[in-house]
């Protein structure tokens, strides 16, 4: 089934999951979880806690053993697999880049292009807009071959921080209606993290006015990123157990446990030397 039209308002209703290879330690038991559309939320939890699972069941790689999914009310289960996962896109901890320029990397991102596919000028005008708008455009047009140079296996030319804007790019490239980022700055130096959130801040502002239709689910453990979302969901124990904005949770015991805050404090701002620290 594909929807004639989606505001992609997510749900997850009384869902239970565990791994077929580890059914005796289930994920999830009864979650209930609303992602609202057109806004970020951003899921924290301890490690192990399964926040990058939620992410596993949207793009259904897997199902729930329990309780159902739905977009706008329709049932995950039965809406179309490649239409589904052509709507989202998603960034890793870790991105994968492959053997070739800069240019086909993001590209890839575009649904129906084929790795050996030649750019032509409507592609790589839409590569261009997309790295703009990942804080890429700079850093590859101070390159001699630009777009075309080769980044090696696995991107080994490139720094962390410059792969994972071009894996933000490659995302946008295809407009997704879902933006996944799990944990995209947690590996990368102080330096590259600036960038890549300035590039993440401008994606959330966006999603905020309408100016794209998108919804950004966010998965991250450093208060700097936290902070950005509209809504944080702290998940314990297979459960939500805090969910509000940021002024409404700051001062829950377990949240400040997980981020290292004080409670009964007031946070303003992070000041510079924060940012880095968390």
Sequence with gaps: MIPLECKWNIKF????FA?????EAPVYENLNLEI??????????????????????????????RGTITIDGHDLSILDT????????????????????????IAYGAPDYKWDDPIDRWL?????????????HDFVSALPQGYDTFVGE???????GQKQRIAIARALLRAPNILILDEATSSLDTESEVVVHEAISRLIEDARRGKEKRTVLMFAHKLSMIRKADHIVLIDKGKVAVQGSFEEVQNNPLFCQLVGLSPGIV???????ENRRK
């Design 13 to 16: 209703s009384n869902v239970s």
């Design 19 to 23: 791994y077929p290879t580890r059914l």
């Design 36 to 65: 609202a559309p057109s806004r970020c939320t951003c899921v924290v939890g301890s490690s192990g806690s399964g926040k990058s699972s939620l992410a596993l069941l949207l793009l259904k790689l897997y199902s729930p053993t």
């Design 82 to 105: 490649r239409w589904l996962r052509g709507k989202i896109g998603y960034v890793s901890q870790e991105p994968v880049l492959f053997g070739g320029s800069i240019a086909q990397n």
């Design 124 to 136: 790589y005008s839409s590569i261009v807009d997309a790295s703009m708008r990942a804080n890429v």
């Design 154 to 160: 696995g991107g080994r030319s490139l720094s962390g």
């Design 267 to 273: 946070h303003g701002p992070l000041s510079s030397t």
